[in-house]
């Protein structure tokens, strides 16, 4: 029983390691790369099942060209689906975070507005934080994203939210008059932060994204045998072919990638907050 155990944490372990390592190159890589190797895997794919299909007209011993199975069908058709969910996911994905990054600049600008209501010296001091803050996360949405380089800002989130805190204490020991909506926008800021980071992080499923690369590969490879049991080549139908499901896949993985590829979320809102804070 205890081995059994063992064995099957090992292979758990294995499993989520590979899961792991799958998703950061869905991250790390670009998504036009990926696409270009599933576009050279998909024409590889479709000369050897063009060799195949025609290695089975040879051996046909009637001489007639042999029935097409319906695999190419069913292939084609689940292709077309998990192209429209991938899509459709990753689409829901990026208008979350582009919702986010409104949400981040109301809240970052209410807080601001509340600071700007203390006495000095709390007064300067909140409002310098909060601008390093805004310009910190403008700074972090721009940059190509990067597991270590995002850690580290996390951690200067954390050091400006205690400096938040510590500022917001001192104004309330002094008995500002607005203790309460400086604590509510201080809160709202507080969970703004926490949902656009889950946002950021929030992608499609590594394992999704590989099913819809397996079965790109598959349905080119069935596209070829097709051809060669009937004996023709239809170049151009392929090329295309192999074109439009590469551009859906490219276009899927950019937008499930915040911080890289041309699906970029626009950062107007915070930009143009920043503009109008003076530290």
């Known amino acids: ?21 799958v998703g950061r190159i869905f991250e790390d890589v670009d998504a036009w790369s990926i696409a270009a190797v599933v576009a050279l895997a ?3 794919a479709w000369l050897l099942g063009r060799r195949i299909g025609a290695r089975r007209l040879r051996k046909d011993s009637q001489g007639e060209r042999p029935a097409v ?3 190419l069908d069913a292939s084609l058709a689940l292709l077309g689906l998990l192209i429209a969910f991938t ?32 006495k000095e ?16 996360r403008l700074a972090l949405a721009k940059r190509a994203y990067n597991s270590a380089d995002f850690q580290r800002t996390l951690d200067q989130f954390e050091q400006m939210h205690s400096q938040m805190v510590d500022l917001v204490s001192e104004a309330l020991t002094d008995g500002t008059p607005i203790a309460v909506s400086l604590t509510n926008t201080l809160n709202a800021l507080t969970s703004r932060n926490a949902d656009r980071l889950f946002a950021v992080r929030d992608r499609i499923p590594p394992t999704i994204v590989v099913l819809l690369l397996t079965s790109a590969v598959v349905a080119a490879l069935l596209v070829g045998r097709e051809q060669g049991v009937l004996g023709e080549e ?24 915040p911080n890289r590829g041309f699906a970029r979320v626009d950062q107007e809102s915070m930009t143009r907050l920043i503009s109008t804070m003076s530290e």
Request: proline residues 1%; contains cysteine; glycine residues 6%.
């Open 121 to 136: 010296p709390v007064r300067t001091k909140l409002r310098k934080v909060i601008h390093d803050y805004a310009t910190l």
């Open 1 to 21: 029983m205890g081995a059994e155990r063992r064995v099957g944490g090992s292979m758990g372990s294995y499993i989520l390691s590979a899961s792991s390592t």
């Open 87 to 118: 899509f459709a996911t990753s689409l829901t994905k990026y208008d979350s975070r582009r919702l986010m990054v409104v949400a981040d600049s109301n809240a970052v600008g209410d807080f601001y507005n509340c600071a700007s209501l203390l």
């Open 234 to 257: 239809d170049l151009a139908g392929t090329i295309s072919f192999i074109v439009l499901v590469s551009l859906a896949i490219f276009v899927t993985l950019d937008l499930n990638q």
């Open 42 to 44: 998909m024409v590889a």
């Open 69 to 71: 199975s319906k695999f």
